[in-house]
């Protein structure tokens, strides 16, 4: 599985220092990966979902410190690349080879709309009266 694209979002926040999206293979998606300025530098955060109790839990993760790794840096390459000197204008960074979006497809928005974590995706099956 190779990460064929990553698209960074910075934030102005304490901690918080972007929002990111990664793709695998051209055909899957993960949003809401957070790089975060912890106490021993930055590191990727996973997207997660607050349960009744208060704590986290991860929505996707990888499942070992290999891809994990791999993941971050791809990340982090991605965030270091799209810090511009003070008072440039921003604009989301996507690292990726030409797809056909780019080739005459509708134009991506730059940032991502906020997505509430309660919110979920449409199962198929249900519209279709089953």
Do not use: W
């Not at 704590?55 to 891809?67: I, M, Q, R, W």
């Amino acid at each position: 599985m190779e990460i064929t694209e990553v698209r960074v979002f910075p934030v102005n926040e304490d901690k918080l220092k972007a929002y990111a999206t990664i793709t695998f293979d051209d055909c899957f998606v993960i949003r809401d990966l957070k790089v975060i300025h912890g106490n021993s530098g930055l590191f990727v955060a996973m997207p997660s979902k607050k349960r009744k109790d208060g704590s986290f839990k991860d929505v996707a993760h990888p499942l070992n410190n290999e891809f994990r790794s791999k993941i971050e840096q791809k990340v982090l390459d991605a965030y270091e690349a799209e810090r511009v000197p003070v008072g440039a204008p921003q604009e989301a960074t996507s690292q990726q080879a030409p797809s056909h979006d780019a080739v005459g497809g509708e134009p991506e928005p730059t940032m991502p709309s906020p997505v509430d974590p309660e919110e979920t995706l449409p199962n198929p099956t249900e519209s279709e009266g089953h």
